[in-house]
């Protein structure tokens, strides 16, 4: 059981550059986030997705896009990258069954931007 | 706004010593839950606990303990005889539940190394 996978797990991007993460979870759930984590300032939500066809703006949206491809994907896109973005993404997944249920993590996604 | 405060920043122990993480948080909601997630060098996010606002009961789980105080809004976490294993980022979290999705507002971290 693999739970929450990301893809990729390092990444280095030029500034302007775009690309997006994957992720998939195989724990049947139906609501899905996106977080970055910064050096001194924990992990902070960018979108999520409460359930498959819904999306959401987290705390710091500006500069990503996300899909809820279908009810085990959720992809973030960043269009033109840059400096700032910089940071570990991750991933994770909830079971909307169980209100206020914990969150599973994928292993992170290291972006460099340079 | 919901906010989530770990004042230590970092701290160091010796092997067996006790320790004491402090996590104070912020919230209008009446509901809420928190949560203390486990973040070890390899950097993967593991859960470790999740209280919600009602049960104001301590828990315990082997070497781990847990305070939960809602007079003082703060959810402290103890490991009694600290291992080295032990060492990592701890991170507080409160979550804002909608109803639909469960969003964690997370604290800064208190790194923990523990030395032999």
């Known amino acids: 059981n693999a739970g929450v996978t990301q893809t990729p797990k390092f990444q280095v991007l030029k500034t302007g550059q775009s690309m997006t993460l994957q992720c998939a979870q195989d724990?049947?759930?139906?609501?899905m986030y996106w977080y970055r984590q910064d050096p001194g300032m924990g992990l902070r939500l960018i979108y999520y997705?409460?359930?498959?066809?819904?999306?959401d703006k987290g705390e710091v949206p500006n500069g990503y896009n996300v899909s809820r491809l279908n009810k085990r994907e959720f992809s973030l896109r960043l269009e033109s990258a840059a400096p700032s973005q910089t940071s570990v993404y991750f991933c994770?997944?909830?079971?909307?069954?169980?209100?206020?249920?914990?969150?599973?993590f994928g292993q992170g996604t290291r972006l460099t931007v340079v | 706004a919901q906010k989530v405060t770990q004042a230590q920043t970092e701290i160091s122990v010796v092997e067996k010593e006790d320790v004491t993480l402090d996590c104070v948080y912020e919230?209008?909601?009446?509901?809420?839950?928190l949560f203390w997630y486990k973040q070890p060098p390899s950097g993967e996010l593991v859960f470790l606990i999740r209280?919600?606002?009602?049960?104001?009961q301590n828990e315990i789980s082997g070497r781990y303990s847990w305070n939960f105080q809602k007079s003082t809004s703060s959810f402290n976490f103890t490991i009694t005889a600290s291992q080295v294993v032990d060492s990592a980022v701890y991170f507080c979290?409160?979550?804002?539940?909608?109803?639909?999705?469960?969003?964690?507002?997370f604290g800064t971290g208190t790194r923990l190394q523990v030395t032999l």
């Open positions: 994770a997944s909830s079971d909307r069954t169980r209100r206020f249920s914990e969150a599973f």
């Open positions: 724990m049947n759930h139906n609501s």
């Open positions: 997705s409460a359930s498959e066809g819904t999306t």
């Open positions: 919230t209008r909601d009446t509901t809420y839950y």
């Open positions: 209280r919600n606002s009602f049960d104001e």
């Open positions: 979290a409160l979550s804002e539940g909608t109803g639909t999705a469960s969003k964690l507002t």
